[in-house]
């Protein structure tokens, strides 16, 4: 189970890079793995105009269905239409190719509040020794 | 007797293996002073005894199958081939549940993928759902439905008045909580140019019943393109027996489709059960409600059949689900399933045109009783709206006296339409029945 | 072993139905309005039969076997009650038909609303909704409607214990509402001190299953039911697990405000392959008026509105709307045929018969649990109602999930207990036998759970690949979401 570094983290398993005024989003191998089988993502629209903490889209798997929060406010800039016909995408490469938006990042500042790779993975180790998720 | 089949000694064993001396000892945490209320229901009735009871009951009734039947308005009596009650009455079919455990379910759950399939041929849409409760609560759904695909930004429902209004009212009943606004309906006069003026940028949907509640077809030419236009979604609520005949929806652009299947086998049943269909586009298929059937295969490669997509569904999504739908109609859609496949591709166009021709020439003898005025103007389809000399519900109870069950009192719901009969011809009234018919309204108007 | 779609079979021009020719002259067909072809199956009337028994006979249904679903109560639905909804009189009745047309069947609806009354001790009874969430929905919007008519637009909050069934939440935002979940305690029982934490003016209802989804009967429902009302609060029962307190406690009588009921489930009118059900909701005399309707109503004198056709033997029955009703629910007034089966159901058993049933239910699900609490996790050791709640997660076998050992009991001729439901118990499984199980019927099955408990520790991989003998084995439901094919296509 990967943590990948260079990237920003929420508790809530989303992760964000930063290009520049932009970011890309997308979910954490572990996010991934608690799921199991990806087979629908529901994205929102380009142009969508959305704040730190709001729900973006969904995820779904056969048994189960998880919201994903934004972990920056911004525009919508693209969104990954690939996880239409290849949903399973966010499985093989969650931190690749199972990206699910980009975003014009409207308020740098917001990074402080994210965690950084190692803060995640020690949130997720804390999470496993409490034995709960 | 309640289908218990312990004996005393079975009790005994039983008790003794649970550690209990009496029943009253399972049920230590109901609260003592409220256990073992009284009851007084009836005593029980044998079985002899009980449908004695209840063929008397059920005698006391003038049902259709000794009074002719000239009403529709929602319900129709159409012609039942008796294969499709002998396969439904299998009880490998009834009494079945729920088929999530496929490997164990597949009967039911081709059944509903061919149900699913035959839907979509008739309506010309992309995808159906296992079914809705009714043709009411199909187009409530609907509603929600379009209100989701606008992202729950759009407020606003065009309606025509002559969608059957307890869909109407149904549909306001299920949006009370949902702070939406349902227009178009405050008049008769809001035809389908009128109302697709009043479709806007806050417009989630238009929707538009064929035929109508007055059994005339809409000419859907050109609509979904209004509609569109204004990013608004078009829902048709149509018949399924008129669709062996005429246009599906979906080729006129309709996003969504609903309507009653109770015309596809079902008898009336007073009312219930009943069958909600409801068809939309491929592209919209995440955001309806319902339960779903796809094809998928097993762990040796067979095709087999799942209920499917069902994250959408109120047991995984809870709160943020559509709909809270679970239990369905799908005994019914089984046996729209059957009808439909019993009568076919040249089966069902015939009883549609039977229904045609024979509801025509009861408004050609309608119309020609002094006194009575046919008042359908468009093509029309099963039903006819006729003027009265006298009220309707004076004719009905004299019809009654001639074994005759007359056509629906449009005065009920539409305050312009005092002493307007609906009338419906399907394809089980014979030429002789509509002639006496006819007779019989002369002699009752006096 | 695979049955060949419906669409596959047949051939053109054939049709299992036969037609007469028109006896009226034929209309002129309005042209533009024609379609093009219409692509339903074409097959003969052998055809059609052999397909339809052979997919039946893929089937199981309770008329094959065991069916321990948690919380659907599968027992058996008797034969007469089919006989008696196929009545002329009663199946081809129209809806519209004039009141004093159709008196039978409005007796029919109002005795069952009496019928249901005095079980449940509620004041007032709609048999309009047509599924155990339909009458959910119709409560929520009546609670909804009282505060509203109260003046009170402040309660927009709904408490679900985190055991309910999904149809409860989502009952609840249908009507615009928001859900705070409370917790269940470690007895199973609604956590007292997190409800009373949560209970403030915000808090519209609470909806309480009651024997819980647990299969518990709440150690201190009283007080749940006295907290929520305390900061003006209403009650909501889900009576899906009625089966287990008819005649041993009337919900009313515990502090219940409005409950619906499943029909299809206690009241044994077939489950059909997934409906039609019928889910009645019941209300106290404070709720009475909002009832959704139409509803039955009887008056004595045998003076109904058009008197001309009524018999003089009173009493008159007629349909009615109560005074402050959330509306209609659908057209109609409900599922009339599912109404008659209950009817018939509740006059052939009587009070004691009905009572005799929730006993043996209850009876039933116990010998079971002493059966098994030994060989499965059984996370709540208490006397059970009429179903329990194990766990799959053998503490020997943890490659084995609760998934594996479903399936595996199909080898044994059983449908599956209720799975992954509900949340609060990981792997669960939930069982609920009924009364018309035998006690040779629920020992073999109990051989079979211990028997598989074995083989998971023994031989996990038979757990794994199962089923084996089934029509199909077990079926890719990935692949059925990620390449979803929803209809048969040429």
């Known amino acids: 189970m990967k943590v990948e570094q260079g990237l920003l983290y929420m508790e809530s398993h989303e992760w964000a890079r930063l290009e520049g005024d932009e970011a890309v989003v997308g979910i954490s191998d572990f996010a991934q793995e608690e799921l199991n089988d990806v087979v629908y993502v529901e994205l929102p629209e380009v142009g969508d105009v959305l704040a730190h903490g709001e729900v973006f889209g969904t995820v779904e798997s056969v048994k189960a269905a998880s919201d994903v929060y934004l972990p920056l406010s911004g525009e919508i800039i693209a969104v990954n239409t690939d996880l239409e016909d290849s949903p399973q995408l966010v499985n093989e490469s969650p931190y690749g190719n199972g990206w699910f938006v980009r975003i014009r990042v409207a308020n740098p500042s917001e990074a402080k509040d994210l965690l950084s790779a190692d803060g995640y993975a020690k949130f997720l180790a804390e999470e496993a020794e409490k034995g709960g998720h | 007797m309640p289908y218990v089949p312990h004996s005393d000694a079975d009790r005994a064993a039983m008790m003794k293996a649970v550690g209990i001396q009496k029943m009253d000892d399972l049920f230590q945490d109901v609260p003592a002073h409220l256990r073992y209320p009284k009851m007084d229901l009836p005593e029980p009735l044998s079985e002899m005894e009980l449908m004695a009871e209840l063929t008397a009951m059920s005698e006391r009734n003038a049902d259709l199958k000794h009074f002719m039947c000239f009403l529709g308005a929602g319900a129709y009596c159409h012609y039942i081939p008796s294969v499709v009650d002998q396969i439904v009455s299998r009880s490998e079919f009834y009494t079945a549940y729920t088929p999530y455990q496929a490997e164990i379910s597949q009967g039911t759950l081709q059944g509903i993928f061919e149900y699913q399939s035959m839907i979509c041929a008739l309506t010309g849409m992309d995808v159906a759902n296992a079914s809705h409760y009714d043709g009411a609560t199909a187009v409530a759904e609907a509603v929600v439905m379009a209100h989701n695909v ?157 209920l499917t997509l069902s994250a959408r569904e109120q047991h995984i999504r809870r709160e943020k689900a559509t709909s809270n739908i679970c239990s369905n109609e799908a005994l019914n859609a089984l046996t729209a399933a059957v009808y439909m496949a019993a009568l076919g591709k040249c089966g069902l166009r015939r009883v549609a045109e039977l229904c045609y021709h024979k509801s025509h020439y009861a408004a050609h003898r309608i119309g020609r009783i002094p006194g009575f005025q046919v008042m359908t103007q468009k093509s029309f389809f099963k039903e006819f709206v006729v003027k009265c000399p006298v009220p309707v519900s004076d004719l009905n109870d004299g019809l009654l006296e001639w074994g005759i069950i007359g056509g629906y009192d449009l005065g009920r719901d539409y305050p312009e339409f005092t002493n307007h009969m609906l009338v419906c011809a399907t394809e089980t009234c014979t030429r002789e029945e509509i002639e006496y018919f006819a007779e019989a309204l002369q002699e009752v108007a006096g | 072993m695979t049955e060949p779609l419906i669409f596959e079979i047949g051939g053109p021009g054939r049709c299992a139905a036969s037609l007469p020719d028109p006896d009226v002259p034929l209309a002129e067909l309005p042209r533009d309005y024609l379609r093009d072809g219409l692509p339903l199956p074409e097959v003969g009337e052998l055809d059609l039969v052999r397909h339809y028994v052979r997919l039946s006979q893929l089937n199981h249904a309770v008329d094959t076997g065991f069916y321990p679903l ?96 999904g149809t409860n939440p989502a009952s609840t935002a249908m009507c615009g509402y928001t859900v705070t979940e409370i917790r269940s305690d470690s007895r199973g029982n609604v956590d007292l001190e997190d409800l009373k934490a949560h209970c403030n003016d915000d808090v519209a209802g609470i909806m309480l299953t009651n024997p819980n989804t647990l299969g518990l009967f709440d150690e201190h429902v ?68 909002f009832l959704p309707g139409p509803i039955a109503g009887m008056s004595e004198d045998s003076d109904c509105e058009s008197g001309a056709c009524c018999d003089d033997e009173g009493p008159c029955y007629s349909l009615h709307l109560p005074p402050k009703s959330v509306g209609r629910l659908k057209a109609f007034y409900g599922n009339f045929g599912v109404l008659v089966r209950a009817y018939a159901y509740i006059r052939n058993l009587g009070s004691k018969g009905l009572r005799k049933a929730a006993e043996h239910a209850v009876l039933n699900a116990n010998y079971l649990r002493v059966k098994l609490q030994d060989v499965y996790p059984l996370p709540y050791r208490r006397v059970c109602m009429h179903e329990f709640v194990l766990s799959g997660k053998l503490p020997d076998a943890p490659a084995v999930h609760t998934l594996d050992i479903a399936k595996r009991l199909m080898d044994f001729g059983y449908h599956p207990p209720t799975i992954y439901f509900p949340l609060i118990v990981p792997e669960a499984l939930m069982i609920e036998p009924t009364e018309t199980e035998s006690k040779e019927t629920l020992d073999a099955f109990a051989q079979a759970m211990i028997q598989i408990a074995e083989e998971a520790r023994a031989n996990p991989d038979l757990l794994h690949s199962a089923p084996h003998i089934t029509p199909l084995r077990r079926l890719d439901d990935v692949k059925a979401a990620r390449e979803p094919r929803l209809r048969w296509r040429p």
């Open chain 2, 150 to 306: 606008s992202r729950k930004k759009r407020r606003k429902v065009v309606v025509s008045p002559f969608l059957h209004p307890e869909y109407r009212a149904t549909t306001r009943t299920y949006t009370q909580g949902l702070e939406l606004t349902i227009v178009g309906d405050e008049s008769v006069r809001n035809d389908l140019p009128a109302l697709l003026s009043m479709v806007d940028e806050d417009t989630m949907c238009l929707i538009v019943q064929t035929p109508n509640f007055l059994g005339e077809l809409e000419d859907l030419r050109g609509v979904a393109d209004r509609v569109h236009s204004k990013g608004a979604l078009l829902v048709v609520v149509a018949d399924p027996i008129s669709l062996g005949l005429f246009q599906p929806p979906g080729e006129h652009g309709a996003d969504i489709v609903v309507g009653e299947g109770q015309p596809l086998g079902n008898a009336i049943n007073f009312g219930g059960p009943s069958l909600g269909f409801f068809a939309t586009r491929e592209n919209l298929v995440h955001k309806m409600a319902g339960r779903l059937v796809g094809q998928t295969v097993d762990a040796e490669g067979r095709r087999g059949f799942v």
């Open chain 3, 70 to 165: 948690g919380s659907c109560t599968m027992k058996y639905n008797p034969k007469m009650n089919e006989a008696a909804a196929r009545l002329p009189g009663f199946a081809h009745t129209h809806p519209y038909q004039d009141a004093c047309t159709v008196q039978g069947n409005l007796r029919l609806i109002y005795e069952l609303q009496e019928f249901l009354k005095d079980i449940t001790g509620f004041a007032a009874v709609s048999l309009q909704p047509a599924a155990g969430a339909h009458g959910e929905f119709a409560g929520v919007l009546m609670i909804r409607a009282y505060h509203q008519a109260r003046g009170d637009n402040k309660r927009t909050v709904m408490l679900i214990p985190d055991s309910a069934h």
């Open chain 3, 222 to 289: 009283l007080e749940v039911c006295e907290a929520v009302h305390g900061c003006g609060g209403l009650v909501y029962g889900d009576g899906a697990n009625l089966n287990a307190i008819i005649g041993i406690v009337k919900p009313l009588e515990l502090g219940f405000d409005v409950m619906h009921f499943n029909l299809h489930k206690t009241f044994s009118t077939p489950h059909g392959g997934g409906g039609p059900g019928s889910g009645p909701v019941g209300a106290s005399a404070a709720l009475a008026d």
